[in-house]
Structure formats: C-alpha cells, structure tokens
C-alpha cells in the first residue's frame, strides 16, 4: 500500500482567443497532467473550486483594463467562493504596448478578490523586464506583480522562459513533492 498521496491542482482558466488556455497547458505539461487538472471556467461552478486545496488561476486582460468574457460571467460567484485554507497562484496575460495603461489589470483585480475571501496567495513575480505605464497587478510597495505575468503580443519569445522559472517556483511554494519538470525553450 503506502506512497505518499498528493491532491491534484486546478488550474481553472479563460480564454477567447487561446492563449490563456495554450499557457494553462503549458504550465500542466511542466508541472505534470498527474499533478494538474486543467479546467476552462466557462463550464465550473463554485462548487468545483472545494475540489482543490490548490489553485492556479489564469485570466487575460482585455481592452482597457476588461475582464475576459467567461470569467466576467463568473465574477459575482468568484466573490461568493470562500477560499480560506486554499493557496492560490496566478497568471495573466495582457499587452503591454497595445494597452500600457491597463497592463494585467484583470489578474489584480482577481487578486482583490481572492485576498478578500481568505486565500493564501503565492506565484508574485517580478515586473523587471516588463514595459508599461500602469497595472492594477503590481503590488504597491514592492516591483512584484501578484502572478506570473504573459505577454504573447509583444514578447511571446520570452514565455517559456518565463514559465520554466514560475513552474520552478511553484514546486517550492506549493510545497509539492520533488517533480521533474518538463521544461522547454
């Protein structure tokens, strides 16, 4: 018998062109399909985030600082999801020269939320590298944003790299077993 159990992690997304959704498979291929279930919001309820412990939660930003569709449409039950005891990290994508002004603005609002309802937060990342005029995901006091932050318009040659290192830095702050990441270029 024996052997150490490990609760799988959702990875709850939403996309509407695809690229939040090629990154959440992204980060499950690095973290492994035994360890994260990848979910698209559009057909969840808040009943299926008791499922987790752990939580990935990816959300691009649209247009001026807008709340891509499906998770717009689950907004007032995210407020709703009590997230007491669950450790949560973030991605976001956004376009950093297309809308400078509103870069990421989706996952901090997500963060807002999230921090509200009990959740431990994990996954900052730091914003050097980056170019933009303002995002409502960059912590005010420190040059973190609250997630790993995409930017498949303007430095899509940047995003593996990127997620290697986030995926490396999960491992440790979720405190999962030793995994052998499958990372790429």
């Not at 499922?51 to 995210?78: A, C, K, R």
């Not at 020269?97 to 996952?107: I, P, R, T, V």
């Not at 932050?149 to 290192?165: F, K, M, P, S, Y």
């Amino acid at each position: 018998m024996g052997g150490v159990s490990v609760k799988k992690i959702g990875l709850f997304y939403g996309s509407d062109e695809g690229n939040t959704e090629a990154v959440a498979f992204r980060i499950q291929s690095r973290l492994g399909e035994d360890l994260v279930e990848v979910r698209d919001i559009a057909d969840l309820t808040q009943v299926d985030f008791e499922d987790y412990d752990q939580l990935i939660l990816g959300i691009p930003t649209w247009d001026f600082g807008q709340i891509q569709s499906d998770w717009e449409d689950f907004w007032e039950d995210l407020r709703e999801v009590d997230f007491t005891g669950k450790t949560v990290a973030l991605f976001g994508l956004g376009d950093q020269f297309g809308y400078g002004d509103y870069f990421l603005d989706a996952m901090g609002m997500m963060h807002e939320v999230l921090v509200a309802n009990g959740a431990q937060m994990v996954g900052y990342w730091p914003t050097e590298g980056y170019e933009y005029e303002a995002s409502k995901a960059q912590l005010a006091d420190q040059p973190l944003f609250v997630g790993l932050g995409i930017d498949e318009d303007q430095q899509e040659e940047l995003t593996a790299g990127r997620l290697n290192q986030w995926c490396q830095q999960l491992v440790a702050e979720f405190n999962l077993p030793t995994v052998a990441l499958e990372l790429d270029d």
